[in-house]
Nanobody, 121 residues
Framework: QVQLVESGGGLVQPGGSLRLSCAASGSIFSIYAMGWYRQAPGKQRELVAAITAGGSTNYADSVKGRFTISRDNAKNTVYLQMNSLKPEDTAVYYC???????????????WGQGTQVTVSS
């Protein structure tokens, strides 16, 4: 069974940095894309950044130049380096894995449980 486990959230002051990690476990053959979404209270979940197995990236306009997504394909792990954090970045951040091929499983998408990021002084 495929699971995504996130880590690295927390409380940080405006202008600070955090690094999120998400590791996919299970008998995984390949993952097409991994990414990060976030959901603030009263708002819809939105894409923050995504990266394909080939290294192509996509960012939300609001985080371009501040956040960097990276991926270790050998470890099935994705990272989100967040710099120059702002209060409006406060949200629950969710890891996603798209088109996961795993032993005994249909090709599927998976979500992590979410990790809270709070930017406040």
């Amino acid at each position: 069974q495929v699971q995504l486990v996130e880590s690295g959230g927390g409380l940080v002051q405006p202008g600070g940095s955090l690094r999120l990690s998400c590791a996919a476990s299970g008998s995984i053959f390949s993952i097409y894309a991994m990414g990060w979404y976030r959901q603030a209270p009263g708002k819809q979940r939105e894409l923050v950044a995504a990266i394909t197995a080939g290294g192509s990236t996509n960012y939300a306009d609001s985080v371009k130049g501040r956040f960097t997504i990276s991926r270790d394909n050998a470890k099935n792990t994705v990272y989100l380096q967040m710099n120059s954090l702002k209060p409006e970045d406060t949200a629950v951040y969710y890891c996603s894995a798209e088109k996961v091929a795993a032993m005994g499983e249909d090709l599927s998408d998976y979500w992590g449980q979410g990790t809270q990021v709070t930017v406040s002084s």
